[in-house]
């Protein structure tokens, strides 16, 4: 099923295991994991906790799988999306 929108939770330790899972989407910083900006509708790269900005259309089915693995193997459990 295609994935609408993805965000971070607070508490990411950045672990590095959703970028690892999933590159295309996941951006680990110093201080926290990024939705990459290429991947969501308004362009931006943040949490995407506060402006739940819908992944393109694009990129709904196909990284979907990769986007449930890496919130399926986040070790915190703070990446959430909405299909």
Same mark, same amino acid.
């Given at each position: #099923?295609?994935?609408?929108?993805?965000?971070?939770?607070?508490?990411?330790? #950045?672990?590095?295991?959703?970028?690892?899972?999933?590159?295309?989407?996941?951006?680990?910083?110093?201080?926290?994991? #990024?939705?990459?900006?290429?991947?969501?509708?308004?362009?931006?790269?943040?949490?995407?906790?506060?402006?739940?900005?819908?992944?393109?259309?694009?990129?709904?089915?196909?990284?979907?799988?990769?986007?449930?693995?890496?919130?399926?193997?986040?070790?915190?459990?703070?990446?959430?999306?909405?299909?």
């Amino acid at each position: #099923m295609a994935i609408k929108t993805v965000w971070i939770e607070e508490g990411c330790i #950045m672990c590095n295991a959703c970028d690892a899972e999933c590159p295309d989407v996941f951006l680990v910083t110093d201080t926290t994991c #990024m939705i990459k900006a290429d991947v969501r509708e308004d362009g931006q790269e943040s949490e995407n906790r506060d402006e739940k900005s819908l992944l393109k259309a694009e990129h709904r089915d196909s990284l979907a799988d990769g986007i449930k693995a890496a919130a399926s193997g986040c070790p915190v459990e703070v990446i959430k999306y909405e299909e």
